[in-house]
């Protein structure tokens, strides 16, 4: 069975930083790329950054780069979202997303306060 959990979201001060985690199941997780994506309550769902299979390309988008980062660890089956310098403008609900199986995960809260 596919499954797809995020976890590592929660409440930080603006300049500080989390680690969001996505552990997958049910599929071979190591020859699929994956993404992170998030959405702000009433606005459209956006990209924020995509890893390959291998882990040896990295995407972002601009609202992020520099800032975020994302990794893989193909033995846990798990994705990474190291985000520093956090912003009020940053907070969403954050989803890991399978796009070759058009796979969405449940989703985590951050929120970052001025």
């Known amino acids: 069975q596919l499954q797809v959990v995020e976890s590592g979201g929660g409440l930080v001060q603006s300049g500080g930083s989390l680690r969001l985690s996505c552990v997958a199941s049910?599929?071979?997780?190591?020859?699929?790329?994956m993404n992170w994506h998030r959405q702000i309550p009433g606005k459209k769902r956006e990209w924020v950054a995509q890893?390959?299979?291998?882990?040896?390309?990295?995407d972002y988008a601009d609202s992020v780069k520099g800032r975020f980062t994302i990794s893989r660890d193909n033995l846990k089956n798990t994705v990474y979202l190291q985000m520093n310098n956090l912003r009020p403008e940053d907070t969403a609900i954050y989803y890991c997303y399978i796009p070759d199986l058009k796979f969405w995960g449940q989703g985590t809260q951050v929120t970052v306060s001025s």
């Open positions: 890893i390959t299979a291998t882990g040896d390309g990295t």
């Open positions: 049910g599929y071979a997780f190591s020859r699929l790329p």
